[in-house]
């Protein structure tokens, strides 16, 4: 057994650690029950209940139409399903940006009715107080940078971030400021590695990657892209790990046929 597993419940106490002994952190995200309960018996690090439900569970072009609700029913789902990983739901678009009070009183909902670990928020200066307001209050958070698909309209386009110069420096400026905020832990999607080992490096929160490089403290992948349950999304940062839209497909297939010739349910299949 490794020594990640052999820890019983992952709290960010134990993040910081991983990070000081240079042991990487695996997160995936989850979003119901049944998942969660798989992902966590694998051993995984963090659970993030991801505003991507939004796209994945959903079916929407964009993170932004979930709902505060919607985000506490998932995150419910899967704080059932999980004994060990540290759980961390995404506040949802439009709960914590420019009101610091209804972005309080949107973190402790999460909290209270959720029993989630703590909670994520994107951008740096611009929700700082948010961010401190949440903390001040006991909740850890987690921040998140780089690529913020809750400001898609803002990009017009899902490219890589941070590449020239004046947005890099932005973005190591706003992660040192979450940092002294306190927040536990940084998400970097979507910008260059060597930007993503700066980052690592000047901070001693654990900074957490999606297509930021491998010299970052861990890596974060959305679960229904690394099964290959969604064949739409391939970017390069992306590893596929099993096709199971293949799987699922094929064993529909297989129902449907069997279904229609008579051969389900057989003898033994009755009652
Ligand atoms: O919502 C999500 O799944 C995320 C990950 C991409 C980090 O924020």
Redesign the pocket.
Known sequence: MSVHKAIRKVTTHVLSEMKLRGEKISML?AYDYSMAKLVDQAGIDVI?V????SNVMAGNQT?LPITLDQMIYHGKSVTKGVSRALVVV?MPFGTYQGNSLEAIQSAIRIMKETHADAV?MEGGKEVIESVSRILSAGIPVMG?LGLM?QSIHKYGTYVVRAKEEEEAKKLISDAKLLEEAGCFAI?L?KIPATLGEKVANELKIPIIG?GAGGDVDGQ?L?LHDMLGLNQEFSPRFLRRYHNLAAEITGAVGTYINNVKSGDFPNEKEQY
Request: no cysteine.
């Open positions: 995200t993030l991801g505003d991507s439900a993170t995404d994520k998140h698909p998400v999607e999606i974060v959305v």
